[in-house]
């Protein structure tokens, strides 16, 4: 008989962890692994990687998870490699070849090909995904056999480099390299590339690079975090203003701290900007996301004082 498993005493954590996600894991799998070891109450990803993607993959924890849409949005960079010349039907190594024909594409053409989709481009979400239509993601139409009509949408290739790599399976490939916006599906992109040079294709690897400001240098592995002891994971976690980057900090006296959180717009000599963090002071503490216009300071995403409460006690 199987001993019973030992239960986790939950505790709270707050801050960002930047895991390095494994190949073959969801990322909600990946999650729940990092939430287990630092046995956090509360937790949360930035957007999800494919089981088939490893890469940077943001998680938050705590009052963190507060701010998890803000890095959503935030640019991503990949690499990846497109096999030429067959395409699939999921546009991945994973679905059913489709059809196969020669690539005779010459460098040249690659080059034309990093034109053509690089700025802004509309792309079309693949059937294989998350996206929901009529309350149902796509790949759930898909696994019944279904297509179903998918609107394009803008995105933007800040850039795009491709460089051809030794062949598989008898069948030439492509390394990219892309930095984009947010929303864009490199798979998609691999079989527009293949479209472009008339052949087709479909990816066979894909790993992200960056997420916002946050590079693979900066991640740690599950199997890192796991030979850790406690202190030593507490330890990986950046504090939860990490997020912010790019945000413009104001400090508020105390007399305005609570009516900021209490969702009021308080006034002062503040240039108008889109993106503020706002502290309070004496403790300094995070108060939480606003925008400044006309001279009022506008409340965007609030902690409450007991996050906030939590936080001080149980800094990253």
């Known amino acids: 008989m199987n001993a019973p498993r030992t239960r986790v005493q939950r505790r709270p954590v707050h801050g960002l962890l930047l895991l390095d996600k494994p190949l073959g894991m969801s990322s909600n799998n990946a999650l729940q692994?990092?939430?287990?070891?630092?046995?956090?109450?509360?937790?949360?990803?930035?957007?999800?990687?494919?089981?088939?993607?490893?890469?940077?993959?943001?998680?938050?924890?705590?009052?963190?998870?507060?701010?998890?849409?803000?890095?959503?949005?935030?640019?991503?960079?990949?690499?990846?490699?497109?096999?030429?010349?067959?395409?699939?039907?999921?546009?991945?190594?994973?679905?059913?070849?489709?059809?196969?024909?020669?690539?005779?594409?010459?460098?040249?053409?690659?080059?034309?090909?990093?034109?053509?989709?690089?700025?802004?481009?509309?792309?079309?979400?693949?059937?294989?995904?998350?996206?929901?239509?009529?309350?149902?993601?796509?790949?759930?139409?898909?696994?019944?056999?279904?297509?179903?009509?998918?609107?394009?949408?803008?995105?933007?290739?800040?850039?795009?480099?491709?460089?051809?790599?030794?062949?598989?399976?008898?069948?030439?490939?492509?390394?990219?390299?892309?930095?984009?916006?947010?929303?864009?599906?490199?798979?998609?992109?691999?079989?527009?590339?293949?479209?472009?040079?008339g052949c087709g294709a479909h990816l066979i690897s894909l790993r992200r690079t960056r997420s916002g400001p946050f590079g693979v240098a900066d991640c740690i592995t599950l199997e890192q975090l796991e030979a850790m002891d406690d202190d030593q994971r507490q330890a990986q976690l950046r504090p939860v203003d990490s997020l912010l980057q790019g945000h413009q900090p104001i400090t508020l006296e105390p007399h305005d701290s609570g009516r900021f959180l209490s969702g009021l717009r308080r006034r002062g000599a503040w240039p108008d900007c889109e993106h503020v963090s706002v502290y309070g002071q004496d403790p300094h503490s995070l108060l939480g996301t606003a925008h400044v216009k006309a001279g009022e300071l506008i409340p965007t995403r609030l902690l409450s004082p007991l996050e906030i409460k939590s936080l001080l006690e149980n800094p990253a």
Not at 72 to 86: C, F, N, P, R
Not at 111 to 125: A, D, F, N, Y
Not at 166 to 191: F, H, N
């Open 33 to 197: 692994k990092a939430k287990y070891l630092l046995r956090a109450e509360k937790a949360g990803h930035t957007g999800t990687l494919d089981p088939l993607a490893s890469g940077v993959l943001p998680l938050c924890f705590g009052a963190a998870t507060k701010f998890s849409q803000i890095h959503l949005d935030a640019d991503k960079a990949y690499e990846a490699v497109a096999k030429m010349g067959q395409t699939t039907s999921t546009g991945d190594a994973e679905g059913e070849v489709l059809a196969q024909c020669e690539a005779t594409f010459s460098p040249d053409d690659l080059r034309q090909v990093e034109q053509t989709l690089s700025g802004p481009i509309q792309q079309i979400p693949p059937m294989h995904s998350a996206l929901k239509k009529d309350g149902k993601a796509l790949y759930e139409y898909a696994r019944e056999g279904l297509t179903v009509e998918r609107a394009s949408r803008a995105i933007t290739i800040h850039s795009l480099r491709l460089q051809e790599i030794e062949p598989q399976d008898g069948l030439r490939c492509v390394r990219m390299w892309v930095d984009c916006s947010k929303g864009t599906y490199i798979r998609t992109l691999a079989e527009d590339m293949g479209k472009a040079l």
